[in-house]
């Protein structure tokens, strides 16, 4: 039995410790892999419009397929969530990166909307199973001053995938046509999930839950800098997960940041799912180009990875509170002002590709700083699968876009931008109710990064 000059706190060792260059190139490993995992994600909002004209379908016929997608993630980030809480965050991670690539892959080969519904369905459980493990390890790797910068750096890649979706989009869908796209976004995650397999980037916090990965825990910390004494034993403050872990998420301990955190993530995912899915579709249909409807979901993806790290930024010194309710805000104002901007023939492409840009700069600011968020919120044994079922609550809203964006184009788009703006109006209001939000400069001094 360990006695008090034996005990070792792994987590206060790694919150007190420096943020390693170890440390940081995991997070760039994990970038790596979220955006390609954003570029899944979107890679159908890309091909959609090439898609319904070499088919000769309507758009009606692609929201199946659509929801399909965001089906399987829905039911990703649940399976995903509970699989990194019990049998580790790496493993998870590495079978989600391959599924999806596989998927992504075989869309090549398909002749019909049904068939690729099947495969978006199969990578949709991949893709959404990815992204709480990949803010765990993010989180769990990084020493609690760093934490909310150093998560939704990682999930920012997100949009990021859909900048770089984008300019790919741009590139190959007049020339090489919608199967180059899915190819290239398939056969890129293989390479990824080797890198990941190779790197020792299990997360130090879960591995201390366990006395049989002792070894591993102290090799890992070796590589963080941190030093381990001899005969010292692990302890952590939460225990390893257990049944009923989902049932503790609306324990009273935890019910009202659920909650408020649900619902949340179902308004944000609302909005960003009608501009993935649909903003492509909606500005040809006003008779802008291919090129520039793809430019316009890439800018907005781009303003988005702006206004992420900034938010991340000013979460550290504000908190998130003021600086998620402001951005939720800001992402419903600048939709209004979309509304406000005739599409067709008079549409100002400069006008256009700004409000755009200050659109996803504060949506996505919302999106991502929302696991950071939801690490924060809970505690080690239910990280993983807190924050999956959050986003599960998201992808919700995401299957209803499919359905709702549908609806609106075929009724000709008019209140499209008005639902976006609605959507993040709710958004702010369900992040004022959140109690444990993060606070503004979460520890004193610590040593230098």
């Given at each position: 039995?360990?006695?008090?000059?034996?005990a070792?706190?792994?987590?206060?060792?790694?919150?007190r410790?420096?943020?390693?260059?170890?440390q940081?190139?995991?997070?760039?490993?994990?970038?790596?892999?979220?955006?390609?995992?954003?570029?899944n994600?979107?890679?159908?909002?890309?091909?959609?419009?090439?898609?319904?004209?070499?088919?000769?379908?309507?758009?009606?016929?692609?929201?199946?397929?659509?929801?399909?997608?965001?089906?399987?993630?829905?039911?990703?980030t649940?399976?995903?969530?509970?699989?990194?809480?019990r049998?580790?965050?790496?493993?998870?991670?590495?079978?989600?990166?391959?599924?999806?690539?596989?998927?992504?892959?075989?869309?090549?080969?398909?002749?019909?909307p049904?068939?690729?519904?099947?495969?978006?369905?199969?990578?949709?459980?991949?893709?959404?199973a990815?992204?709480?493990?990949?803010?765990?390890?993010?989180?769990?790797?990084?020493?609690?001053?760093?934490r909310?910068?150093?998560?939704?750096?990682?999930?920012?890649?997100?949009?990021?995938?859909g900048?770089?979706?984008?300019?790919?989009?741009?590139?190959?869908?007049?020339?090489?046509?919608w199967?180059?796209?899915?190819?290239?976004?398939?056969?890129?995650?293989l390479?990824?999930?080797?890198?990941?397999?190779?790197?020792?980037?299990?997360?130090?916090?879960?591995?201390?839950?366990?006395?049989?990965?002792l070894?591993r825990?102290?090799?890992?910390?070796?590589?963080?800098?941190?030093?381990?004494?001899?005969?010292?034993?692990?302890?952590?403050?939460a225990?390893?997960?257990?049944?009923?872990?989902?049932?503790?998420?609306?324990?009273?301990?935890?019910?009202?940041?659920?909650?408020?955190?649900?619902?949340?993530?179902?308004?944000?995912q609302?909005?960003v799912?009608?501009?993935?899915?649909?903003?492509?579709?909606?500005?040809?249909?006003?008779?802008?180009?291919?090129?520039?409807?793809?430019?316009?979901?890439?800018?907005?993806?781009?303003g988005g990875v702006?206004?992420?790290?900034?938010?991340?930024?000013?979460?550290e010194?504000?908190?998130?509170?003021?600086?998620?309710?402001?951005?939720?805000?800001?992402?419903?104002?600048?939709?209004?002002?979309?509304?406000?901007?005739?599409?067709?023939?008079?549409?100002?492409?400069v006008?256009?590709l700004?409000?755009?840009?200050i659109?996803?700069?504060?949506?996505?600011?919302v999106?991502?700083t929302?696991?950071?968020?939801?690490v924060?919120?809970?505690?080690?044994?239910?990280?993983?699968?807190?924050?999956?079922?959050?986003?599960?609550?998201?992808?919700?809203?995401?299957?209803?876009?499919?359905?709702l964006?549908?609806?609106?184009?075929?009724?000709?788009?008019?209140?499209?931008?008005?639902?976006?703006?609605?959507?993040?109006?709710?958004?702010?209001?369900a992040?004022?109710?959140?109690?444990?939000?993060?606070?503004?400069?979460?520890?004193?001094?610590?040593?230098?990064d």
């Open positions: 039995m360990a006695t008090p000059e034996t070792v706190d792994v987590e206060a060792l790694l919150d410790g420096a943020w390693s260059p170890f940081r190139l995991t997070l760039v490993l994990l970038s790596l892999a979220v955006i390609l995992d954003g570029f994600n979107q890679v159908i909002g890309f091909a959609l419009p090439a898609m319904i004209a070499d088919w000769g379908r309507s758009r009606a016929d692609f929201a199946p397929v659509l929801s399909a997608g965001l089906i399987g993630m829905a039911a990703g649940f399976v995903g969530g509970i699989a990194g809480d049998w580790g965050r790496k493993p998870s991670l590495i079978g989600s990166v391959i599924c999806f690539g596989l998927a992504t892959t075989a869309t090549v080969s398909c002749r019909a049904l068939e690729v519904g099947v495969l978006r369905l199969i990578g949709g459980i991949a893709v959404g990815a992204l709480p493990n990949a803010a765990a390890l993010a989180g769990e790797f990084t020493p609690e001053r760093r909310p910068f150093a998560v939704t750096a990682v999930i920012v890649c997100v949009p990021l995938g900048v770089f979706g984008g300019l790919l989009a741009a590139k190959i869908l007049p020339s090489l046509g199967r180059a796209l899915f190819l290239v976004g398939g056969l890129t995650p390479l990824i999930a080797a890198a990941l397999a190779a790197w020792p980037c299990e997360s130090p916090r879960f591995l201390a839950r366990s006395p049989a990965r070894d825990l102290m090799a890992t910390l070796k590589r963080c800098g941190l030093l381990w004494p001899d005969g010292g034993v692990p302890v952590t403050h225990p390893a997960a257990r049944a009923g872990v989902v049932g503790r998420l609306l324990s009273e301990w935890y019910r009202r940041d659920t909650l408020a955190l649900w619902l949340s993530l179902f308004c944000t609302v909005t799912y009608l501009v993935f899915s649909w903003l492509p579709t909606l500005l040809k249909d006003h008779g802008l180009s291919l090129e520039l409807a793809s430019e316009g979901l890439a800018v907005n993806n781009l702006a206004g992420a790290l900034l938010s991340a930024r000013a979460i010194t504000l908190g998130s509170r003021p600086t998620m309710i402001g951005c939720a805000l800001g992402a419903a104002v600048a939709a209004a002002a979309l509304f406000s901007l005739p599409l067709g023939s008079r549409t100002p492409t006008g256009l700004a409000l755009l840009t659109q996803g700069f504060f949506l996505n600011a999106q991502t929302l696991f950071a968020l939801a924060h919120i809970y505690a080690t044994d239910v990280r993983t699968t807190g924050t999956g079922m959050a986003l599960t609550m998201g992808r919700i809203g995401g299957i209803l876009s499919a359905f964006g549908a609806q609106v184009l075929n009724a000709g788009g008019a209140s499209y931008f008005v639902i976006l703006a609605l959507a993040m109006a709710s958004a702010a209001l992040l004022a109710f959140v109690r444990r939000h993060v606070p503004g400069r979460v520890c004193s001094p610590a040593p230098s």
